[in-house]
């Protein structure tokens, strides 16, 4: 059974920082993109951040670009993504994705939860 | 990229059909045959319910089916069952690695 699980959201104050992780199961981790897909409250899907199946290839919506890293661990079986000079908003329920080709997302975590807020 | 355009809310009866839409450009929809759509319950992650316009994953039932005429897309939910409210987001890809999203239907079983 595919499993993706984040963790390292929280409370944080504008310019500050915060990794997130996803630990994934259930599959073959390093044969897939992996993406980060947040939903700001009561808005709709804003794609973040992906990464090639070696981490050779990222690529970032530009809000973000300059500030946020994304990266994985094959051996970990693991994406992270370190979010710098966090900004109000920032604040969004972050999921980590599958991405099965084109940007089509199969399955999905539960999502952690990031507050930017003085 | 701008976000595509859905309707904020569909509804319909229970055994009816309803089909929410999801307007683009040339540029993502209409451009490319890789328009997905996913289910969203209260507080749950999204579910992937078609991909590539009009493929179903294993396990989601044939009462939902998608289609595409030029830059629009649709998802048809046939024989509405209670547990299909939901908020249903599309997306496409847009090329260059980038990808856009409607900004949600939400879909009421009356």
């Known amino acids: 059974e595919v499993q993706l699980v984040e963790s390292g959201g929280g409370l944080v104050q504008p310019g500050g920082s915060l990794r997130l992780s996803c630990a994934a199961s259930g599959f073959t981790f390093s044969s897939y993109w992996m993406d980060w897909v947040r939903q700001a409250p009561g808005k709709g899907l804003e794609w973040v951040a992906n990464i090639k199946q070696d981490g050779s290839e990222k690529y970032f919506v530009d809000s973000v670009k300059g500030r946020f890293t994304i990266s994985r661990d094959n051996a970990k079986n693991s994406l992270y993504l370190q979010m710098d000079s966090l900004r109000v908003e920032d604040t969004a329920v972050y999921y980590c994705a599958r991405d099965r080709g084109a940007h089509t997302y199969d399955f999905w975590g539960q999502g952690t939860l990031v507050t930017v807020s003085s | 990229q701008s976000a595509l355009t859905q309707p904020p809310s569909a509804s319909g009866s229970p055994g009816q059909s309803v089909a929410i839409s999801c307007t683009g450009t040339?540029?993502?929809?209409?451009?490319?045959?890789?328009v997905s759509w996913y289910q969203q319950h209260p507080g749950k992650a999204p579910k992937l319910m078609i991909y590539?316009?009009?493929k179903r994953p294993s396990g989601v039932p044939d009462r939902f089916s998608g289609s595409k005429s030029g830059n629009t897309a649709s998802l048809t939910v046939s024989g509405l069952q209670a547990e299909d409210g939901a908020d249903y987001y599309c997306?496409?890809?847009?090329?260059?690695?980038?990808?856009?999203f409607g900004g949600g239907t939400k879909l009421t079983v009356l």
């Open positions: 590539d316009v009009n």
């Open positions: 997306g496409s890809y847009a090329g260059s690695n980038n990808v856009v």
């Open positions: 040339s540029s993502d929809v209409g451009g490319y045959d890789y």
